[in-house]
T-cell receptor, first 116, second 113 residues
Framework: DTGVSQDPRHKITKRGQNVTFRCDPI?????LYWYRQTLGQGPEFLTY????????KSRLLSDRFSAERPKGSFSTLEIQRTEQGDSAMYLC??????????????FGEGSWLTVV | GENVEQHPSTLSVQEGDSAVIKCTYS??????FPWYKQELGKRPQLIID?????GEKKDQRIAVTLNKTAKHFSLHITETQPEDSAVYFC????????????FGTGTSLTVIP
């Protein structure tokens, strides 16, 4: 399977605990994105990597959130001291970054987080 | 930043009828507009996209139109089928930066058999 894969698919955690999500992008895609989606809303941008460099972070990404892409391949998104408002689906996406006119992004299946 | 608005939020059509979903954007620099279909609990999947150098693109029963002057673009689905039932999202981005895609709030389409 050459699609974007995410793990775990579902996570239930108690408030205050830390959680980490992993994303494996499509092979050779150098751009990787994290989005958050809540029920009835479109995906909201969180952060973006080009290779291993984190180039942009949304204001939505509080200090409790950190993302890494250490070798320019897979990425992790960690949420520390989770709050109930963090409950959402966390979507990872990747793109090739080539071709100047249009840059299609492909999403993974998402990681559902429920904070109780 | 860019602001994408999408209407309607829900849409019900009879099987075989057409469905139209409209989006507007605010940043005239946006030049790439994809549409995604998301079934319940699944990933958003790209169904069609359009770049600002064309006004219309068609792929079988799906078409997208773009009016750069008015800053709006629309998704048209003809001969709808029950399997078209899903949530559809429009998005806008500036391709030379490619770092942010701004999504609409989605349209829940129900095709009634």
């Amino acid at each position: 399977d050459t699609g974007v894969s995410q793990d775990p698919r579902h996570k239930i955690t108690k408030r205050g605990q830390n959680v980490t999500f992993r994303c494996d992008p499509i092979s050779e895609h150098n751009r990787l994105y994290w989005y958050r989606q809540t029920l009835g809303q479109g995906p909201e941008f969180l952060t973006y990597f080009q290779n291993e460099a984190q180039l942009e972070k949304s204001r939505l990404l509080s200090d409790r959130f950190s993302a890494e892409r250490p070798k320019g391949s897979f990425s992790t998104l960690e949420i520390q001291r989770t709050e109930q408002g963090d409950s959402a689906m966390y979507l990872c996406a990747s793109s090739s970054g080539t071709g100047g006119f249009g840059n299609t992004i492909y999403f993974g299946e998402g990681s559902w987080l429920t904070v109780v | 930043g860019e602001n994408v608005e999408q209407h309607p939020s829900t849409l019900s059509v009879q099987e075989g009828d057409s469905a139209v979903i409209k989006c507007t954007y605010s940043d005239s620099a946006s030049n790439y507009f994809p549409w995604y279909k998301q079934e319940l609990g699944k990933r958003p999947q790209l169904i069609i996209d359009i770049r600002s150098n064309v006004g219309e693109k068609k792929d079988q029963r799906i078409a997208v139109t773009l009016n750069k002057t008015a800053k709006h673009f629309s998704l048209h689905i003809t001969e709808t089928q029950p399997e078209d039932s899903a949530v559809y999202f429009c998005a806008a981005s500036i391709s030379n930066t490619g770092n942010q895609f701004y999504f609409g709030t989605g349209t829940s389409l129900t095709v009634i058999p």
